[in-house]
């Protein structure tokens, strides 16, 4: 459960930087690698949801 946390933190974080990096540069390249790293962010999320369900059911 710890390293769901700890992914998914990372993962904001390093979204958010590559967002910022965006705003200060305006190179589309960290945009696309912002979006791409949310996406699996959320992906991640899920999976921690999924597992926190499963333990509660079983």
């Known amino acids: 459960m710890l390293l769901f946390r700890w ?3 990372f993962l904001l ?3 958010g ?5 965006y705003v200060g540069t305006g190179q ?3 945009r696309t690698w ?5 996406k699996w962010t959320v992906i991640a ?3 921690f949801f999924a ?4 333990e509660r059911l079983l």
């Open 51 to 54: 597992v926190l369900v499963l």
């Open 17 to 21: 930087v590559c967002f910022a990096f």
């Open 13 to 15: 974080i390093a979204a």
């Open 7 to 9: 992914t998914v933190l």
């Open 34 to 38: 912002g979006v791409v790293i949310l």
């Open 45 to 47: 999320a899920l999976g």
């Open 28 to 30: 589309a390249r960290f």
